[in-house]
């Protein structure tokens, strides 16, 4: 075997000792430079909020804290609301304290911590008396509402008030934890009677609050809990109450049917939704639920055959910016799923054709911004083209309120397994109805 020789230098005990030392000198100020950094980096944010609340105007492009902090302080004037803009500094800098950073980073809650500035006058515990319970966002949100507002307990879906920008119903919440009556309410849009309170309070906690109203509305009629759920979940929890006076009448109506075919009544209500805003003085009284399901079966044959010349007539900008896109692969055969959105009137009138549907009717609803009509749509490769669902999303709620597949029936496992995903990716909500 042969040897094989390494020169190697040799190093005296003294330079082994002077450069372990100079190693461990140079660690000491690496650690003191990390402690140094990560100690300016902690006062960062409240050095931040201090400066923006003195009126520096802070740097930084649309998606940092800073200039978010910026736009809310900019709300609140120095002279019109110097209370709400020292509130909204305490809160900030107190849940800062707390530890809620995951909190803080989330537009989404910063957002409701300004209106819970806003509403300061009505605080019963000052926000400094709060501290952290949860290491959960949602319950850590939840919680600050509770200490700051509530003397007397409200429904949970109130609370959903605060994440949705209707200050009126933010108003509800107020009123109802200082013990108003529901009856009470200011700018009540249905006629609220004792018995519709009662049930307006004891609305599922998953509702929204114009959910609660209209369930309120049709156990006040005498409906059973089906139909009401039915009626709450239906096009008529998102239409603003617009012609309140007709839609109470189409409420009582409907909760006076015996038996009623659910995927019917949502066809009645968009072909009525159609006849009161082109007649104002259109009336159902006299008619039945024979007739009215004749005269709507009519009207939707009539909208999936509008002329090609109406075509695109109306055009609206995406509410999402990117669609969902998805490869399976099954025994060897490649199958695609695509889900975006329609953007047209158009595009809409073709679905409606394919589909044997009326999701033409929404082209209004899709332009004003109240919903948006997506597709699900399958195709192996090679091979064609299939539609799988029509979907609403009603954009103020950020809700998927119904997907249907040809021919108004209900979608598949596959269908809804894709749409649950899709909900997930874009922070949706789900109907329980879908």
Same mark, same amino acid.
């Given at each position: 075997?042969?040897?094989?020789?390494?020169?190697?230098?040799?190093?005296?005990?003294?330079?082994?000792?002077?450069?372990?030392?100079?190693?461990?000198?140079? +660690?000491?100020?690496?650690?003191?430079?990390?402690?140094?950094?990560?100690?300016?980096?902690?006062?960062?944010?409240?050095?931040?909020?201090?400066?923006?609340?003195?009126?520096?105007?802070?740097?930084?492009? &649309?998606?940092?804290?800073?200039?978010?902090?910026?736009?809310?302080?900019?709300?609140?004037?120095?002279?019109?609301?110097?209370?709400?803009?020292?509130?909204?500094?305490?809160?900030?800098?107190?849940?800062?304290?707390?530890?809620?950073?995951?909190?803080?980073?989330?537009?989404?809650?910063?957002?409701?911590?300004?209106?819970?500035?806003?509403?300061?006058?009505?605080?019963e515990n000052e926000i400094s008396s709060w501290k952290r319970r949860s290491h959960n966002t949602d319950k850590q949100m939840l919680s600050i509402i509770k200490h700051c507002f509530v003397k007397y307990?409200?429904?949970?879906?109130?609370?959903?008030?605060?994440?949705?920008?209707?200050? !009126?119903?933010? =108003?509800?919440?107020?009123?109802?934890?200082?013990?108003?009556?529901?009856?009470?309410?200011?700018?009540?849009?249905?006629?609220?009677?004792?018995?519709?309170?009662?049930?307006?309070?004891? &609305?599922?906690?998953?509702?929204?609050? +114009?959910?609660?109203?209209?369930?309120?509305?049709?156990?006040?009629?005498?409906?059973?809990?089906?139909?009401?759920?039915?009626? !709450?979940? =239906?096009?008529?929890?998102?239409?603003?109450?617009?012609?309140?006076?007709?839609?109470? =009448?189409?409420?009582?109506?409907?909760?006076?049917? !015996?038996?009623?075919?659910?995927?019917?009544? @949502?066809?009645?209500?968009?072909?009525?939704?159609?006849?009161?805003?082109?007649?104002?003085?259109?009336?159902?009284?006299?008619?039945?639920?024979?007739?009215?399901?004749?005269?709507?079966?009519?009207?939707?044959? +009539?909208?999936?055959?509008?002329?090609?010349?109406?075509?695109?007539?109306?055009?609206?900008?995406?509410?999402?910016?990117?669609?969902?896109?998805?490869?399976?692969?099954?025994?060897?055969?490649?199958?695609?799923?695509?889900?975006?959105?329609?953007?047209?009137?158009?595009?809409?009138?073709?679905?409606?054709?394919?589909? @044997?549907?009326?999701? &033409?009717?929404?082209?209004?609803?899709?332009?004003?911004?109240?919903?948006?009509?997506?597709?699900?749509? =399958?195709?192996?490769?090679?091979?064609? +083209?299939?539609?799988?669902?029509?979907?609403?999303?009603?954009?103020?709620?950020?809700?998927?309120?119904?997907?249907? !597949?040809?021919?108004?029936?209900?979608?598949?496992?596959?269908?809804?397994?894709?749409?649950?995903?899709?909900?997930?990716?874009?922070?949706?909500?789900?109907?329980?109805?879908?």
């Amino acid at each position: 075997m042969e040897t094989q020789y390494i020169n190697r230098k040799h190093i005296s005990k003294a330079e082994r000792a002077r450069r372990a030392a100079q190693k461990q000198e140079r +660690e000491i100020t690496i650690q003191n430079a990390l402690k140094k950094h990560n100690s300016e980096k902690k006062m960062l944010f409240p050095k931040l909020v201090e400066s923006i609340y003195e009126g520096n105007s802070a740097n930084g492009n &649309a998606n940092t804290i800073a200039y978010k902090l910026n736009n809310y302080f900019s709300l609140l004037s120095p002279k019109k609301h110097p209370r709400r803009r020292r509130v909204f500094k305490d809160i900030l800098l107190h849940l800062y304290e707390q530890r809620c950073a995951k909190l803080l980073r989330d537009n989404t809650y910063i957002n409701v911590l300004f209106k819970v500035a806003w509403f300061s006058n009505s605080f019963e515990n000052e926000i400094s008396s709060w501290k952290r319970r949860s290491h959960n966002t949602d319950k850590q949100m939840l919680s600050i509402i509770k200490h700051c507002f509530v003397k007397y307990e409200v429904p949970y879906f109130m609370y959903k008030a605060w994440l949705v920008n209707h200050r !009126a119903h933010i =108003s509800w919440f107020i009123d109802l934890t200082q013990g108003r009556s529901v009856r009470n309410l200011t700018n009540m849009p249905i006629k609220m009677t004792k018995k519709g309170a009662h049930h307006f309070l004891n &609305a599922p906690k998953h509702y929204s609050v +114009e959910m609660a109203l209209r369930r309120a509305q049709s156990l006040s009629y005498n409906a059973d809990d089906v139909i009401a759920d039915r009626i !709450a979940s =239906s096009h008529l929890s998102r239409n603003n109450f617009q012609h309140e006076g007709f839609w109470d =009448s189409v409420i009582c109506f409907f909760s006076k049917q !015996a038996m009623l075919d659910f995927s019917k009544m @949502n066809e009645i209500i968009d072909y009525l939704s159609y006849r009161i805003s082109e007649n104002l003085d259109y009336s159902i009284k006299g008619r039945t639920i024979i007739s009215l399901t004749r005269q709507s079966d009519e009207w939707h044959r +009539e909208q999936a055959n509008i002329r090609t010349t109406f075509i695109s007539v109306l055009t609206w900008d995406p509410y999402l910016p990117y669609s969902y896109f998805r490869i399976e692969e099954s025994k060897g055969i490649k199958k695609t799923f695509t889900l975006f959105e329609l953007c047209s009137s158009g595009e809409l009138i073709n679905e409606g054709r394919k589909m @044997n549907h009326c999701v &033409a009717s929404y082209a209004r609803s899709c332009h004003s911004g109240r919903s948006r009509i997506f597709t699900l749509r =399958s195709k192996e490769v090679p091979g064609s +083209e299939e539609i799988m669902a029509t979907i609403e999303v009603h954009l103020a709620s950020k809700t998927i309120v119904q997907a249907k !597949a040809k021919y108004n029936k209900p979608i598949s496992k596959k269908a809804i397994f894709i749409i649950k995903k899709w909900a997930l990716q874009h922070d949706l909500n789900i109907s329980k109805w879908l």
